[in-house]
């Protein structure tokens, strides 16, 4: 098994690691950045061109993720409803599954009905706390976590 942190070891916000084991990818969170360059992110940076963003390190170069790759990650895990852990789902390619809770679903939708982020589909697998699921050969065991977001869940993998 094999782990990459591309964003969240050093600095707080923009979420997003993946694991891989044998022919299986998983990421945890695709969350956009609150700080680049160690100063806090201009919103309208978030507005430019997807090239743009992966030459500044906002999108991390990570193959088979994004709309324009041919999809090779099985499925991201979202631990809760806040950009700097869900904002980069509206680059990722349609068929990959996002795995969230209801909560976290509902609220994401509701960030996109009052404009808070923008609109787009979400490829979404709910699954219920406590529950154990399976994502490639990943087994995965939601937790409800404390958290000022609602429905927050921590992952045993």
Known sequence: MNAVIYRG?????GTL???????????LDAGYPLFLNGKPIDDNIAKLPH????E???????SGLYKWDTPSVDGILISHSHLDHYGLLKYVH????VYLSS????LIELSQTFK??????????????????????FSVK????????????????
């Open 142 to 157: 939601p937790y409800l976590m404390d958290h000022s977001a609602f429905d927050a869940a921590a992952f045993e993998i």
């Open 94 to 97: 349609p068929d990959i599954p």
């Open 9 to 13: 070891a050093k600095e707080i916000g």
């Open 17 to 27: 690691i993946e694991i891989q084991s044998g022919n299986s990818r998983i990421l």
């Open 116 to 137: 808070i982020c923008e609109q787009y589909p979400i490829n979404s697998r709910l699954f219920n706390m406590y529950e154990p699921f399976n994502v490639g050969c």
């Open 56 to 62: 500044m390190g906002v999108l991390p170069s990570i």
């Open 103 to 106: 909560g976290a679903k509902t």
């Open 51 to 54: 090239e743009k963003l992966l």
